[in-house]
Every structure is written in structure tokens, then in C-alpha cells.
Antibody, heavy 119, light 109 residues
């Protein structure tokens, strides 16, 4: 079964850090881009970051550039989103989702993991 | 970055109606727009790409859903709206730069 499973969410103080992971199974991991998309409570979808199948070309939304870092570990089919200098506006449900190419849609999504930034 | 704006932000329609959702890009994105459906409390689902059958993983019922457009103006049409079609629909451009989403259109039955 094709599956993406996020982990690592939780409560973090403003200015703090959090590491999210996206574990992939059921497909050839290196053939797909992995994206992170977030959704604040009651709000729409916002793309956050993505990385190519071979670990190249990490890309970020302007709102997280310089604070978030995306990487992938092909040994265990995992993509990590390292989030630093967190702000209240980063509070959201974070989804990882795959795309076959950078121009393709996100055809498989995980269930999401919630990050709450609050003191 | 390319901005995507959707209209309307919400609509109410009856079963059997034809519904059209519009998405406008701030600059040309060729035909590279994807559509998603999200039901309350659920994970977004990839509906379709502007060019039919060019991508795998599309979940839209082709007998009722169609997508069209090019350059800056795109539409998602639902023919004969069904009860299971309620939810919020998002467009997304994957043509250039950050793959930005529109703000969403909430469809109520």
C-alpha cells in the first residue's frame, strides 16, 4: 500500500525548534518529490517546502525560507522538515505529499501532524 | 511568486446543478494547474490536472468533473452535483517557483 506517515508534531514555544518526519512506503521513494503543505486551523492549504527524489533542489516558501530546512534519507525512505525559529503563525497541521514530477499534482498525502507554537 | 486567486470563495448549490469554480493566476502558468478536494476534517485529495489523463493518481469522476483553461484563467466544472461533492476545492499551479495554492472554494449542498 502506498503510504506517507508524518510524525513529530507537538507543542513548541515561540523561537523554538521542531523536527517533522515523513515516512514513505509502498512506492519507489527516489522517483518522487516530497512536499510539505500546511493548513492553519480553519484556513486553506499553504505549500511549505519540497525536495526532489534524489535529495536535490530543496525549495521553500518565502515565509519559511531561512528558518526551515528539508532533507531526505533514502536509506530509510524518510523526509525531514527541520523547523527553527518557530512563530505563532507556523501553527498548523502539516501534511507531507508526493508528486511524480515538479509540475505534477500531489497525488498521495499523509494524515498530517499538528504543530502548535505557543507559550 | 505566482499568486492564485479563486472565486467564488463559497457557493451553495442543489443536487443536479452544474457548478463552476474559477481560478486566476497572477501570471501565465501555461496549463499547469491541479485541482484538489478536501472534505471537513479529511486529507486533501488530488482531483485532476487541467490536461485530462496526463497524470496518474487523478480521483475525479470524469463523467462529472472537468477542468479547463490556460495561461491565467482556469475553471473546474462539476456537472450534476452530487451529495458527495461537498467540500472545499483548491487550485494549485506547478508551473514555476513555489507551487502555490488558491484560497479555496467551499461548496455547500
Amino acid at each position: 500500500e502506498v503510504q506517507l506517515v508524518e510524525s513529530g508534531g507537538g507543542l513548541v514555544q515561540p523561537g523554538g525548534s521542531r523536527r517533522l518526519a515523513c515516512a514513505a512506503s509502498g512506492f519507489t521513494f527516489t522517483n518522487y518529490w516530497i512536499n510539505w503543505v500546511r493548513q492553519a486551523p480553519g484556513k486553506g492549504l499553504v505549500w511549505v517546502a519540497r525536495i526532489r527524489g534524489d535529495g536535490g533542489r530543496p525549495q521553500y516558501a518565502d515565509s519559511v525560507k531561512g528558518r526551515f530546512s528539508i532533507s531526505r534519507d533514502t536509506a530509510d525512505n524518510t523526509v525531514v522538515l527541520q523547523m527553527n525559529s518557530l512563530r505563532a503563525e507556523d501553527t498548523a497541521l502539516y501534511y507531507c505529499a508526493r508528486a511524480y514530477a515538479d509540475w505534477h499534482g500531489l497525488d498521495v498525502w499523509g494524515q498530517g501532524t499538528t504543530v502548535t507554537v505557543s507559550s | 511568486d505566482i499568486q492564485m486567486s479563486q472565486s467564488p470563495s463559497s457557493l451553495s448549490a442543489s443536487i443536479g446543478d452544474r457548478v463552476t469554480i474559477t481560478c486566476r493566476a497572477s501570471q501565465s502558468v501555461s496549463r499547469t494547474v491541479n485541482w484538489y478536494q478536501q472534505k471537513p476534517g479529511k486529507v486533501p485529495k488530488f482531483l485532476m490536472y487541467t490536461v485530462p489523463k496526463l497524470q496518474s493518481g487523478e480521483s475525479a469522476d470524469p463523467s462529472r468533473f472537468s477542468a479547463s483553461g490556460s495561461e491565467t484563467d482556469f475553471t473546474l466544472t462539476i456537472n450534476s452535483l452530487q451529495p458527495e461533492d461537498f467540500g472545499t476545492y483548491y487550485c494549485q499551479q506547478t508551473y514555476s517557483g513555489p507551487p502555490t495554492f488558491g484560497g479555496g472554494t467551499k461548496v455547500e449542498i
